[in-house]
């Protein structure tokens, strides 16, 4: 499956998530609205954020190709000039904000003592965005793609010639533990967001309002995969370190 898939059907589902989600607290049917608003607003913020990782990744490898495999300048400078005219970054960004701002004042407008319409307000202005903000990031997701579509033919095109005078290029590693670190940690403290939000927004800020469970564990998984990255990847440089200086 191609990522404008995986990006257009969590835009879909969250779609519906924060509809149902609304149509619930105009309802007044208040304790279903936010168990159904926290899954509405996970899923918004991912879908958004799968959004910009793929445009940084791209970026990252496209400059990866053209130094590293031959790939014209063409290719990222197109990129580059795609992605100064595009508005999906602020799209994303202020998609995922509106859907935190709204979140945060459902229960710290009265905190702040602002009227209790606040986050009604919040939430129809959030839901509104985000319904002009997933089309822009789908339509430049799919434009992104093509560009990426274009440049692997053209490492393709690069490889079969330089396979017929014998000269294959080398494989890159798909993962690095580097990555793989980056990742786990990223897992490792993103865990513990959703037990914040339960803890200090759905609850009164107290840890007993809800369990630790399962996010210390999925916590402590990110860390020990974390320190096995990390540990690899300095075997890896001393194994390296070893080898230049035995040359």
């Not at 590693?173 to 927004?201: C, D, K, N, R, S």
């Not at 107290?206 to 020990?224: C, N, Q, T």
Request: proline share 4%; hydrophobic share 55%; charged share 15%.
């Amino acid at each position: 499956m191609r990522m404008s898939t995986y990006f257009l059907s969590g835009s879909i589902a969250s779609i519906l998530a924060l509809l149902v989600s609304a149509g619930l607290g105009f309802g007044n049917a208040l304790s279903l609205h936010f168990k159904v608003a926290l899954p509405a607003a996970i899923l918004t913020v991912g879908a958004h954020t799968l959004l910009i990782l793929f445009m940084v990744v791209t970026g990252r490898i496209l400059r990866e190709a053209v130094r590293c495999r031959d790939l014209p300048q063409d290719f990222l400078d197109e990129l580059n000039q795609f992605f100064s005219a595009a508005n999906a970054y602020p799209a994303a960004i202020f998609g995922s904000f509106s859907i935190v701002g709204a979140a945060v004042l459902a229960f710290g407008a009265p905190v702040l003592g602002l009227p209790a319409a606040t986050h009604w307000i919040a939430a129809c202005l959030a839901l509104l965005l985000n319904l002009w903000a997933l089309p822009v990031e789908y339509r430049a997701l799919r434009r992104t793609q093509l560009i990426v579509d274009k440049a692997a033919n053209a490492l393709d095109q690069i490889e079969s010639e330089a396979t017929s005078v014998g000269d294959k290029l080398a494989e890159q590693e798909g993962t690095t533990p580097e990555g793989l670190a980056q990742g786990a940690m990223a897992v490792a403290i993103g865990a513990w967001l959703p037990y914040a939000y339960l803890i200090f927004i759905m609850g009164e800020g107290k840890l007993s309002d809800a369990s630790i469970h399962p996010f210390i564990e999925i916590s402590l998984a990110g860390l020990v995969v974390w320190w096995l990255a990390r540990s690899e990847s300095k075997r890896q440089a001393s194994e390296s370190a070893d080898a230049s200086s035995s040359t």
